[in-house]
């Protein structure tokens, strides 16, 4: 396990996780790792990188004027991150500030990516509400529900629920946060859903412009934008070419990863790349435009002919040479054929070719674990490092709640009161229960009586000592009903997981860019 970190979020309130320390996140940002002669094929992935990294950055810089001023970018660093475009917890948005905090301090820049392969699940938040003394969550949609399909292609379904939105999420929490960012975010959403019916962009555009009106420079881009790039299909040609290779590689880094984590689940954390006959399943998505249901493309070569297929009765004939195949995944997009990356290649491509820092949440960093490993086995190098980054910011509410030791407490109570009564007697207990608990402490220190006899007696004498204590045992476990509920609470009002868009606005600003300055404590 040595080999695997293990990445765990911050216990305490206004704590981050930053691995490496800020100092050697800058140090590689001033001396990103040469460009290793990595080749995939026929490809040397250092060829591409340039034209891919002056790509991203001109679809990211036209992406955001759509909405922002954007200046031109420095002509440093890139610094890379990418999250599905939701309302994630504050934890997540971190990430954001610490892309911005260090694009600056390196003179780069940061461009965040909106995740837009994945999938889209719901379109609520869960929203604490009620009181302090008796704390609910309540799902408040913002949407209608859908089935699960990628956010490039979820619209925004009922156009009143999403208006009002922020009035319903607003009332639910007012009880507890009286004045919470959704108004304000919710307000540049409204100015965002005039321009697109794509729900993630609406959502990302909304928090964007809440981070730039907080002094963000970073730019955005879909990661879809990404895959459509020329580069990207010159690299995902050689994957499919090399199918039974990159599935070969793939899986052995996943066997890897779960004999060291022992994991009987083959799902976990991802599941092998399959083969059926020739077909091989390769670590890509394919839809369309007219039916959006993500599936693995799968692909074949034999005779000259690359063949591939969504194994659901799609399948397209493709010339079987590098270039050629580039090409024709081009021609397929302008067909409404999409064809994406998956998580490993997501950030595979990305760390490789485009970032000279990539910066990952605690799920991702768990997934790249695989990732080095499959690009150890497929290229014969691991990527450059990436940084790791998460927070724990929970809700100003002030209440108290029953700790761990409070519950521990009860517990070892009532296990007295239930076999060791004599601990727990009252200094007014009658005669007979003190002659009692003294025959007990004899019983059980007079190791030289017969077993069963000595037994007999001391479960007695613990029967009768319960019976006067019987009161006591019902306090206890009136007061250990009254601690569960109380955490139950607290685990409401406590949860890291709360959207952003709950949170006051400049108390939360304060305190995220206060964790993210790039300074080592």
Not at 245 to 273: I, K, S
Not at 375 to 384: K, T
Not at 393 to 406: M, Q
Not at 440 to 459: L, M, S
Request: glycine fraction near 6%; charged fraction near 25%; include cysteine.
């Amino acid at each position: 396990m040595a080999d695997y970190p293990q990445y765990r979020a911050p216990a305490a309130n206004d704590t981050a996780l930053v691995d490496p320390a800020w100092s050697r996140q800058l140090a590689q940002l001033a001396e990103p790792p040469a460009p290793a002669a990595i080749k995939i094929g026929g490809l040397d992935l250092g060829a591409i990188q340039n034209s891919a990294r002056a790509g991203l950055l001109s679809a990211a810089r036209e992406y955001t004027s759509a909405y922002a001023n954007v200046e031109s970018s420095p002509d440093g660093p890139i610094v890379l991150s990418g999250h599905q475009p939701e309302l994630f917890h504050p934890g997540v948005w971190f990430k954001n500030f610490a892309l911005d905090a260090l694009a600056k301090t390196a003179g780069g820049v940061g461009v965040h990516l909106l995740i837009d392969s994945d999938l889209c699940r719901g379109a609520s938040v869960r929203t604490p509400t009620g009181s302090i003394a008796s704390p609910r969550v309540e799902g408040v949609p913002y949407d209608r529900a859908l089935a699960a399909r990628p956010y490039e292609e979820r619209t925004i379904q009922d156009t009143a629920t999403f208006a009002s939105f922020t009035d319903r999420a607003a009332q639910a929490i007012k009880p507890l946060i009286p004045e919470p960012l959704v108004r304000e975010l919710w307000a540049f959403a409204e100015s965002a859903r005039e321009r697109s019916g794509n729900l993630g962009r609406v959502l990302s555009e909304a928090r964007h412009r809440v981070e730039r009106g907080w002094g963000s420079n970073t730019l955005e881009a879909p990661s879809s934008l990404v895959c459509d790039a020329p580069e990207f299909r010159r690299f995902a040609a050689e994957l499919l070419l090399r199918a039974r290779d990159t599935a070969g590689a793939y899986n052995a880094a996943l066997a890897e990863y779960r004999v060291a984590h022992h994991l009987r689940n083959a799902a976990q954390p991802l599941p092998d790349l399959a083969t059926d006959d020739d077909w091989i399943e390769t670590p890509l998505w394919v839809w369309f435009d007219n039916e959006p249901t993500r599936r693995a493309l799968w692909a074949r070569s034999e005779s000259g002919v690359l063949t591939l297929s969504n194994h659901n009765g799609w399948a397209a004939e493709g010339p079987s040479d590098a270039e050629g195949v580039a090409g024709w995944l081009e021609e397929l997009r302008a067909a409404g054929v999409k064809v994406r990356s998956r998580a490993l290649v997501t950030t595979l491509y990305c760390r490789l070719v485009l970032a000279d820092l990539f910066l990952h949440g605690i799920g991702g960093a768990k997934y790249d674990q695989v990732t080095d490993r499959f690009s150890a086995r497929l290229f014969g190098a691991a990527p450059p490092p990436h940084a790791t980054l998460t927070a724990t910011l929970r809700l100003p509410i002030d209440h108290a709640a029953p700790s761990d030791e409070d519950r521990q407490r009860l517990v070892k109570r009532l296990r007295d009161l239930r076999y060791h009564g004599e601990r727990r007697l009252p200094a007014d207990a009658p005669d007979e229960i003190v002659r009692l608990a003294a025959s007990k402490r004899e019983w059980i220190d007079n190791r030289a009586a017969d077993p069963a006899q000595r037994h007999a007696a001391i479960t007695a004498a613990n029967g009768r000592l319960f019976e006067a204590l019987a009161g006591e045992y019902e306090q206890a476990l009136r007061d250990l009903t009254r601690v569960d509920a109380g955490r139950r609470d607290g685990a409401i009002l406590d949860s890291r997981e709360h959207s952003f868009c709950l949170f006051p606005a400049d108390e939360l600003r304060e305190r995220l860019q206060r964790l993210s300055q790039p300074t080592d404590a």
